[in-house]
Every structure is written in structure tokens, then in C-alpha cells.
């Protein structure tokens, strides 16, 4: 249920329905035979810089130790841990899209103005990016798994809070305490899946885990909107206090911290400040972490103001809107799991640029291809297809880039720039579409979309897999 991207596998890579990481490899800490050329995030208590001759090379190649095949604990199935991931993803992105919908009723309920309603959605924003980079660190040094404990503890006890709400005080102090624990989540699921699962397999589970957000998007709204509808706004937040209490039980009880190498660093914002800046310095990481940033400048350009333009330009209802958003999750789940599979066999970096050359070409023709309800319906089918193909990929590749005790850093980095980018999107959205109208909004990230593609390429390497126990010497 979800997308995913891969590399070119020398050997045969397994199929589908083969346990991952079921080889005989010994776990990546008690491997102790040396390596020719030690990863730039050497294992460290803090990074080591590049080395000038490293910083020379024309493709910098990810550490080893990211790429070599782990031996998943044996306390669960990776299915389940498939699942628990999936269900976590299901319970965040349902709790963060449910409020837009249903904001005219809380405005009404709480009387709160039409003004200030907005800012009960960009708080949450804000506070995801402020946290997902202060959790990374955290990550990295305590283990994916407590840290996916602790944010979905938190994040189950701030959906009740929702209970309690009186009014706009109230109401946002909610959302920034649901914010502190999204950005918990928000890179830890992709960097537990790297932990667990070896790099041929990291876009298939990416794929099912990352198509959580399309099932909410499917079955989790239209419920959450009904039950607002009959209950009050309040119900679907209990709702999803209980699939994210679910997650957190299986966390606990079933999912297993994979026996990886963590950091040693202490735990301080000087101390993480620096890390940063470290990994910073290998340009890969910095062309990474700019792609992702247009990944989602690109998308909030094109998708902020779409509704509006199909409402005011097209006479398309709000219901017809619900129906095409209804369809669009349809696709995403129909194709990112197969996108998933598809991206472990021929390599992540081309089913990406082809995404992103086939969405920037669909993002052109906009204004011309929609001209009603039938054609936007199967307009945002490919379109959501397309937007499939980018983004399970790539967050499998970024697990590569990096070696274990890094791994939630970047992660948490990168959903930090995402969130940057996408405001900032939302930001340049509206200007454009008032002064020139909605063609200069498919223009622009359109040529985003374009650059992300392309930034992708020529900039980030994709790594060949190390199937061994140990690397060659």
C-alpha cells in the first residue's frame, strides 16, 4: 500500500514475497573485519568531515554499512513491522488532513473567526519542522524504536486532548503538542524501515508503509467528516487516538529494535548543531535534501489553489472536488506498491526522473487538459500516480546516503525542509494565482518538479548493494 524505489541489484534480488533480510549476515555492530574506505559518517561518536581526496570524487558512493544486507530480529515478522509502520502513517496523515475539512465547523462550534482558522493548520506545520530536527539526534542515539514509541504515546495523548478544546486557545495548543509529536514520527518510520530492511527491499516496504497517507486519504476523511458531521468535530480525533493507541501496542509488544550501530554523540543542541553541519558538508547530502525541499514547493504551488481554480473557472462543486481528491488516493495505492517493487529491480534514480519528467509535462498541460468534473477526475488519477513514482523512492534512497547512527538525522532533516518548502510554496501559491491566474502556478512547479528530477540524477548517487557479510577487501 504504499511506494518505493531501488537500485540495480548484481545477483538476484528477492521477489515480493520473500522474507526480507533473511540472509545469514551477522549483525552490522559485531562486524569487525575493516573496510577499504571507511563511510564519510565514519562510526564515530561524532562525524568525520570528508577528506579532501573523497570530497574529490566525481560520485560519491554512500557508506557501506547503509547498503549492507541487516539480519532483522527475530521478534517479528516483517509484515507486521510493515503493518505497524503503515498504521502509524494511516493515524498521522488522517489526524493532520481531517482538519481542513471540517474547519468551517470548528469555526462555527468554537466561534472562531474565518481569519484565524488557518493558523490551526500552519502551527502544526511549524512545529513538525522544529521537532523532526531536534528528534533525529535523538533517534539516532536512543533507537528508531523508542523514539516511535515515545511519538506515538505522545501523539495519542494529544488526539484526546482534542476532546477538551474550548475554544482557539485551547485548539492550538493542541495542534502544536500534536505538532511536537509528528515531528517525532515524521522521519522515524522511514529510518526505522532502513534500519530493518535491506536496500533491495527498502522500496517495496516504503511503498506499503507510505501508502498509509492514501488510505487515510480514501477511507479515513470521508469517515472522520461523517462522524463530525453526526458527533461533532471532536469525534474523528478519537477516532484516530485509537488506531495511533493500536500502533503504539504494536510498537511495544510485537516490533523490535533492529540490532544496528547507534550513535554516541551526547545529546546536545550544540552537539547536533554540529552533526548537521558536518553532514552538510558532503555535497550529495546537500543536493538531497534541495531536492526534496522542491519536491514539496512543487506540489504545494500546483495543489493549493487547484480547488479554487476548478471551483471558480470550471463550475466544478465541492463535492466533485471530494470525489476527485476520493480518486486521486485510489491511484496512489494501486500504484505504489508496484512502483515499490518496480524501483528494488531497475534502480530508484530513473523511475524518478521519469516520474518527475512525466509530472512536470502533466503539470504544463493543466488549463487545457481539465475542462470539467470527468477530465479533472481522470487528470488527478495520473497525476497522483506520477506523484507515486517520487516520493517512496526517493525516501529509500535517502536511507542509503548515510550510515546507521546518521540515518535519523538526515531523515528528520529532510522532512524539516520538506515542510519549508511546502509553506513556502503555499506562500508564493496565492500572489501568483490573484495577479496572473492559476497557468503561472502550473508553470512554476511544473519547472520545480522539473529541477527536483533532474537535482536527483546528476547530483545524488545510488548505491550498489553490499550482499556480503563484509566488504570486500
Known sequence: MSRVGATDVPGASPGPEATPGSGTSPARETTAAPAPSPAPEASSASEAAPTPEAAATPKPSPAPDATRTPTPPTGAEPYL????????????????????????????????????????????????????????????????????ILGTGTMTVALCLHGLVTGYVSFIAVRIFAGCAGGMLSGAAVSYIGDYFP??????????????????????????????????????????????????????????????????????????????????????????????????????????????????????TGDQIALMFLVGGIANVLTGPQVGKLSDRIGRKRIILLGCLGLSILMLGTVRLVTGPVSAYVFFFFFMVLVATRISPFSALLTALVSDERRGSLMSLTVALGQVGFALGGAVA??????????????????AVLAMGLIVWFFVPEPVPDRSPNPPT
Do not use: C, H
Open 81 to 148: 513491522v510493515v503493518f505497524t509502520l503503515w498504521l502509524l502513517v494511516f493515524s498521522s496523515g488522517s489526524q493532520t488532513m481531517i482538519l481542513s475539512p471540517i474547519l468551517p465547523m470548528i469555526g462555527d462550534q468554537l466561534q472562531i473567526a474565518d481569519s484565524m482558522l488557518g493558523t490551526l493548520v500552519s502551527v502544526y506545520s511549524i512545529m513538525v519542522g522544529v521537532f523532526a530536527i531536534l528528534a533525529g539526534p535523538v533517534s539516532d542515539r536512543i533507537g528508531r524504536r523508542r523514539i516511535l
Open 199 to 316: 536496500y533491495e527491499r527498502r522500496g517495496w516496504a516504503t511503498g506499503w508503509v507510505m501508502s498509509g497517507s492514501a488510505f487515510g486519504q480514501i477511507f479515513g476523511i470521508p469517515l472522520g467528516i461523517l462522524m463530525a458531521s453526526r458527533w461533532g468535530f471532536r469525534s474523528p480525533f478519537y477516532l484516530f487516538a485509537a488506531t495511533m493507541a493500536a500502533t503504539v501496542l504494536l510498537l511495544a509488544l510485537r516490533v523490535p529494535q533492529p540490532d544496528v550501530k547507534r550513535s554516541r554523540a551526547r545529546l546536545t543542541v550544540g552537539q547536533a548543531a554540529s552533526d548537521y553541519a558536518t553532514m552538510l558538508k558532503r555535497p550529495e547530502i546537500v543536493w538531497a535534501a534541495i531536492a526534496f525541499f522542491m519536491m514539496f514547493l512543487g506540489v504545494s504551488i500546483f495543489v493549493i489553489y487547484l480547488p479554487t481554480w476548478l471551483e471558480r473557472d470550471l463550475g466544478v
Open 430 to 447: 496565492g500572489p501568483l494565482f490573484a495577479e496572473v491566474g492559476y497557468v503561472s502556478n502550473t508553470v512554476l512547479s511544473a519547472a
